[in-house]
């Protein structure tokens, strides 16, 4: 059967560059956070244009996914839907998604230009500020359009970037909609901080279809703030109980939460509605050598890949956490979200 995997997220051109403390501090921004550009971040674009050593790489979280679970899956696994522009940053995301065999039906505008997201490193650390562009645009009508429903009829499981949330909650629910009501598997990614923190009413209505989610130590932290939850804010296991244990819209599945933590340990936390039970698990990480490390743009991502991939293989949560680790360490050795080619195997 092909294209098992639907994903859905912004696509955008990463403009990745090095840059100093000073810098980030000059706009204000967290040495490790992802935001959506306002007025006063727009000359970071035309900075970093001029900045030596400026590496233009494809992005946009869930199409890293989306091209990380190709790189792993058998040919005609993945399709991919979002919006971008006419112009050569999309060329650019066509050529990489083309290496990687991802299948994209992307929604074309004719006069908004593509997103582009800077990524400014810093170390081990990555900034993100995203002006969304085109990727903004996209409309849950493209989903419906006969072919690519049926694209999404054929396939079994769905990936959702929670970034998307600022974009289409409607083409979310719809997603997640078709997934519960024919019992496939729907997983979401909380993305940033900043998704749990300011889009709670549309991540509440998402909720209740996701039978995986993926999300990381400060994301998991902006979840329990956000909600009040009387929880501390650190204790993930905590915070991963009180979302696996949220209403499910198909009670066929359990909810699974998967929490990244850099390098502490991956936290698993699945509900059983009839018993009422939690199953929790810790699953250690491969650590890398920190002169390895080329950079940490995307690692988030390729560990969803890598899980997300897992399962289309049949594959259960533990062997799902290691094979996302072991993405995730593979792409931290490459310049931005991406994978070593010749390909590697899991
Ligand atoms: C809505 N926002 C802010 C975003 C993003 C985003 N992808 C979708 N929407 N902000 C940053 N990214 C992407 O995250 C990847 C790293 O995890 C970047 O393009 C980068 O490739």
């Known amino acids: 059967m092909s294209y098992q995997l639907v994903c859905l997220g ?11 403390p000073e810098y980030l501090a000059k706009y204000g921004l967290k040495e490790n956070d992802a935001i959506l550009a306002e007025e006063k971040h727009f000359p970071i674009y035309e900075e970093v244009l001029k900045m030596s050593g400026l590496k233009t790489v494809a992005g946009g979280a869930a199409q890293n996914t989306a091209r990380g679970a190709q790189y792993i899956l058998p040919p005609n696994s993945v399709v991919y839907f979002g919006s971008v522009g006419k112009d050569v940053y999309a060329d650019k995301l066509n050529e ?24 400014l490193i810093n170390g081990p650390h990555r900034s993100l500020v995203t002006d969304l562009a085109a990727a903004n645009h996209f409309k849950v009508d493209h989903l419906e359009k006969q072919e690519n429903w049926a694209i999404v009829e054929n396939a079994k499981y769905y990936y959702i970037g929670g970034f998307h949330l600022t974009v289409s909650p409607p083409a979310i629910e719809k997603l997640g909609k078709h997934a ?3 019992n496939k598997v729907f997983a979401l990614n909380f993305s940033a901080p900043f998704i749990p923190q ?22 998991a932290a902006a979840y329990a703030e956000a909600q009040g939850l009387s929880v501390d804010s650190k204790d993930v296991v ?55 490390i080329t950079d940490t743009n995307g690692a988030g991502d390729a560990f969803a890949s890598g899980f997300i991939a897992a399962l289309v293989e049949g594959k259960d949560i533990a062997q799902a956490v290691d094979e996302g680790q072991w993405a995730a360490s593979l792409s931290i050795q490459e310049v931005g979200p991406s994978f070593p080619f010749p390909k590697q195997t899991y």
Do not use: H, M
């Open 238 to 292: 905590a915070i991963a109980k009180e979302i696996a244990k949220l209403p499910k819209a198909n009670n066929k599945r359990p909810r699974t939460v998967v929490f990244t933590q850099g390098t502490d340990a991956t936290v698993t936390v699945t509900y059983n509605e009839s018993t009422k039970d939690f199953e929790v698990n810790e699953y250690p990480v491969r650590k890398l050598e920190e002169n390895k």
């Open 180 to 182: 519960a009501e024919n």
């Open 10 to 20: 912004n696509p955008l051109l990463d403009l990745q560059v090095d840059v100093e």
């Open 96 to 119: 990489a998604n083309k290496q990687y065999g991802l299948r994209t039906e992307y929604q074309i505008q004719d006069d908004i230009a593509t997103g582009k997201c800077a990524a």
């Open 198 to 219: 300011f889009f709670k009413d549309p991540l509440a209505s998402s909720l209740p279809y996701v039978d995986f989610v993926i999300a990381n130590e400060s994301e």
